[in-house]
């Protein structure tokens, strides 16, 4: 291995530490206890360093946030497969998505929260951020309807499921009404 190599190595090694410890603490704490200076004493290595990787906490979020993207990308797609029919397809994904928002509240933060200098539904989108939109869409193409653009279907239901994760997390919603929430969904939203 060359000089060079292992400096990229180690490199990336040191990148996933910062992403991982960013997350870690978010997670705990909330993302107002993310500061450079914590981090920079977490992963022990001088603040510095940590620049070397990224400019500011915003480069932070998003890195968390393209990580999260790829997590939920494949939290939906396995539980859709696991389900059959399309009717079940689609509430196995509407409840993988909302457990995935539950289970991790800092990185569903930095996905659709926060402001992680990401661009969304543009051309430059980031590839795990068009994937995840790919993998909710696989499965909700199916019941769009006739003549409904299943791009259109989808960012509709993913509204709609991203508003039921949002309210629920905030104790706007009975917690008791989470799983006929999304069977209402279904039933209203997905034609086939």
């Given at each position: ?16 530490l ?6 870690e603490?978010?997670?705990q ?5 993310v ?11 001088s603040q ?6 990224f ?19 494949v ?8 389900a059959?029919?399309?009717?079940e ?5 509407a ?5 995935f928002?539950?289970?991790n509240?800092?990185?569903?933060d ?7 200098g ?15 939109f ?11 309807g ?31 009404d ?7 969904l279904?039933?209203?939203l997905?034609?086939?």
């Amino acid at each position: 291995m060359s000089v060079h190599e292992r400096k990229a190595r180690e490199r990336a090694v040191r990148e996933r530490l910062i992403v991982a410890t960013a997350r870690e603490l978010a997670e705990q704490q909330g993302w107002d206890a993310v500061t450079t200076r914590r981090l920079a004493e977490r992963i022990e290595y001088s603040q510095p360093v940590l620049y070397s990787h990224f400019r500011g906490k915003r480069e932070i979020i998003g890195a968390v946030a393209l990580e999260g993207a790829a997590e939920m990308a494949v939290a939906v797609r396995a539980a859709a497969a696991a389900a059959d029919g399309p009717r079940e397809r689609v509430t196995a994904l509407a409840r993988a998505y909302l457990d995935f928002a539950e289970r991790n509240p800092a990185v569903y933060d930095a996905l659709f929260q926060l402001d992680g200098g990401l661009a969304y539904a543009r051309e430059d989108t980031p590839e795990p951020l068009k994937d995840a939109f790919a993998a909710l869409m696989e499965t909700l193409g199916e019941v769009a309807g006739d003549g409904v653009p299943a791009g259109l279907f989808t960012e509709v239901f993913w509204a709609s499921l991203h508003g039921l994760a949002t309210l629920t997390r905030t104790g706007r919603l009975l917690p008791q009404d989470a799983a006929r929430r999304v069977e209402l969904l279904v039933d209203r939203l997905a034609v086939a």
